[in-house]
């Protein structure tokens, strides 16, 4: 998630609604009627952008401009430094949105985020009259994903890479892959005063998604604490404590039955791995549910 905050002071007049996608080069807000466009790009623009200046910003900026195809003679180079090129490419640019064209970039008229962005949180209504104030915006990624707020004692479950299950509203599952792990833990203050467990963030990334799937819909989210493959199971019910201490399983031996010992290993919705001597696939064992 990326926070916009506003570089142009005045009266914020446009907003995007929530949920709006909103593609690179388009308004991405307004203050004082003037638009602020979005831009491709991993370096917040901090700065205005002229001749004499250089850097990843500039880098950033000529970049679009190529790719707009605003600089069709090549004559600008596209190397973080700014030169006639670069100039003229803007003018092209400010041109084509019917701006003044000065050939160079003032602070607050482009935001440089990765690429196009959808709108997640609108925290500075339409009216507001200080736009540098606080953020003004939300953003994430137009790849829908999953945030998850994960207690801090269970940070063991969250593995980056790992693979998850997410339950939708209605039902359906969807396979995701945890993108992203927080590496601060924080705790909210309850209407009582008392502060809540601490939790840490999650970011998955959802493989396949429904067409119809809404915004900021509150989802399940299945974590595995641990797989083994080959594993002989046996239902969490079927365990028996052992006097002396451990746990044993009572296997029908023929006609008869006999109590082995097990060592239980993971457990899966509401099965458990059991490992011991005398264990073999097909075993039938009392199970005290039934």
Known sequence: MRAVSGKRQGTITWLPSLGDVVRTNSRLYAVDGEPVYLLDGAVPAWRALGPGTEGTDVLQLERNLRTLGLDPDRAMDVDGTWDAGTTDAVGRWQERKGLTETGTIELGRVVFLPGDRRVSDLPVPRGATDAGATPLLKTTSTRRRVTVALE???????????????????????????????????????PDGSQSDPTIELTIR????????????????????????DALTVPVTALLARSGG??????????????????????????????GEALREGMTVTDARV
Do not use: C, N, W
């Not at 063991?156 to 299950?165: D, F, K, M, S, Y």
């Not at 399983?249 to 791995?273: I, T, W």
């Open 152 to 190: 801090a004692d269970r940070q063991e479950l969250a593995v980056r890479g790992a693979a998850v299950e997410v339950e939708l509203p209605g039902g359906d599952t969807v396979k995701g892959t945890i993108d992203d792990v927080g590496t601060v833990a924080s705790s909210e203050t309850e």
């Open 206 to 229: 959802l493989r396949d998604t429904p067409r119809r799937m809404l915004d900021q819909a509150p989802v399940d989210v299945h974590l595995e604490r641990g797989g083994v493959q």
């Open 246 to 275: 451990g746990y044993a399983v009572e296997v029908h031996d023929g006609a008869g039955r006999r109590v082995v010992p097990v060592d239980p290993g993971v457990f899966a919705d509401g099965d458990v791995e059991i490992r």
